[in-house]
């Protein structure tokens, strides 16, 4: 069964330093893909970037970037010089094409930026 | 272009009751999907419809229905209100069903009393 794992229930960064939030996968499907999403206390959740299963290259948008070892099945999110707005929880996503619009959801990292 | 919008933001009901929320996906966008959040399960899917139809559904009891219009917008129906459907529930809208982003809504705070 398809499975998303985040270690890291809570970290704390200081402000304009980088900082990798992990997570794991398990599915024995070749093609999937892979998502991060921030969730402010507000409760919308924000689509930050996306990494397909066949991409070569790991996935950037902005000061996001998505460290991807397929063979090691991660997929970290690294957030380069943080802000206080990065505060926030932070889900790793997986979905797999067979099952449409399913999306399975890790349990999230609440991160903290520290002025 | 408008994101995904839904109604109400806030509701409080009673156990026994039913409530019905709504969701108006991205303009364009024909898949949308529900999700639940509670702090004990976490994010779980409900159920995803796409041209109208339910295309795939969550492990979720009866109680819990959905549908979708012809201008893709979504709603869902708890009937029998529990304790235990206190939770944020969250749409999320794709132009299809396979690859593409789900982009998700402000979500819908359900409090049952």
């Known amino acids: 069964a398809q499975k998303i794992t985040q270690t890291q229930p809570g970290m704390f960064v200081q402000e304009k330093e980088a900082v990798t939030l992990d997570c794991t996968y398990d599915t024995s499907d070749p093609s999937y893909g892979l998502f991060w999403y921030k969730q402010p206390s507000s409760g919308e959740m924000i689509f930050l970037i996306y990494?397909?299963?066949?991409?070569?290259q790991n996935a950037t948008e902005g000061r996001y970037s998505l460290n991807f070892q397929k063979a090691r099945k991660s997929a970290n999110l690294v957030i380069s010089a943080s802000q206080l707005g990065d505060s926030a929880m932070y889900f790793c996503a997986m979905r797999e094409p067979e099952k449409g619009g399913k999306l399975i959801f890790g349990q999230g990292t609440e991160l903290s930026v520290k002025p | 272009k408008a994101g995904v919008t839904q109604t109400p933001r806030y509701l409080i009901k009673t156990r026994g009751q039913q409530v019905t929320l709504s969701c108006s996906p991205i303009?364009?966008?024909?898949?949308v999907s529900w999700y639940q959040q509670t702090p004990g399960q976490g994010l779980q899917f409900l159920f995803e419809y796409f041209s109208e139809t339910q295309r795939n559904k969550g492990n979720f009891p009866g109680r819990f229905s959905g549908r979708q219009f012809s201008n893709s917008r979504s709603e869902m129906n708890v009937s029998t209100l529990e304790l235990g459907d206190s939770a944020l529930y969250l749409c999320?809208?794709?132009?299809?069903?396979?690859?593409?982003?789900?982009?998700f809504g402000p979500g819908t705070r359900l409090t049952v009393l």
């Open positions: 999320a809208s794709s132009l299809a069903r396979y690859t593409d982003t789900q982009y």
């Open positions: 303009s364009g966008h024909r898949s």
């Open positions: 990494q397909g299963s066949y991409d070569q």
